[in-house]
């Protein structure tokens, strides 16, 4: 699809009620036009790991993901073999009398036994969207290992060789920022911090994507966020809980936001016990 200009791609990300402002469609379109992974970093709930999702459906690729977490290693990342199916056919060969030791090792690291792990699978698939969801989870040694596959998304397999990809995936890293992340990975990016909305920004959210939400609840209830976000807490709702915390009234049917409903619902955006009492009990809510 070609995308000619950060006004065209922000009128793509709305028609798939994706709202974006002139800073991140821009930095998104240049990462497009650059072949250049774009770095996201923001508190959680910003609408990070969403962009990622619009974009895989509108260029009409397949969103690959890679979760990082603490412990992730390149293998979990890379690729596997598939020890089981490898092994069934040892078994097969030896039932059959075939007794070729080389044969039988040229058969069982055959392509078929490859178990496809994000990056290889990004890598092989063309078009893509690789997601590398929370970098700042994994550890300095994963770190180090991603920024040489994203310097030319080659990777070696040392049973079948080299593989790259004629297309590189568009990339699209995210970080919640609960440590830094080197400079060097973030060199290799284009660098976007994703703000929480503003009000008018998120009452046009929530409208846009929650189609039976009234204009006077989708006030209220990005006023009430505003002002949550506002308040010290261990984990400010985000977009994505005001979100949950509107579809949630609106389950219950309602049409405004009332102090008794909004505590009723408050676990549908705030995810701490601390979080909840003190919102109680400093009366935030009593406004709503």
Partial sequence: MDIESPEKLIELLDRHAYLA???????????????RPL????????????LAKTLA???????????????????QALYDWDFARQLLHLKAAEAAGITDVSRLEGEIYDRRFLIARPLLKAIETQPSVLLVDEIDRADDE?????????????????ELG???????PVVVVTSNRTREVHDALKRRCLYHWLEHPSFDREVAILLRR???????????????????????LVKPPG????????????TLGAKELDPGLAAATLGAALKYREDVAHVLGNGLLSHA
Avoid: H, N
Wanted: with cysteine; hydrophobic share 45%; proline share 4%.
């Fill in 21 to 35: 402002d002139e800073g991140l469609a821009t930095a998104a379109f240049l990462a497009l036009k650059m072949g």
């Fill in 39 to 50: 770095f996201l970093e923001g508190e959680a709930g910003v609408g990070k790991t969403e």
């Fill in 57 to 75: 459906t509108l260029l009409k690729a397949p969103l690959i993901r890679l979760q990082c977490y603490e412990g992730l290693d390149a293998a």
């Fill in 142 to 158: 994963f770190e180090a290992f991603l920024l040489e596959v994203l310097s030319d998304f080659t990777i070696s397999i040392p």
């Fill in 162 to 168: 080299t593989v790259s990809a004629k297309t590189p």
């Fill in 210 to 232: 929650l189609p039976d939400c009234t204009e006077t609840l989708a006030t209220q209830v990005a006023r009430t966020a505003e002002r949550l976000r506002q308040a010290d």
């Fill in 239 to 250: 977009v994505a809980e005001t979100l949950d915390w509107t579809e949630a009234l609106l």
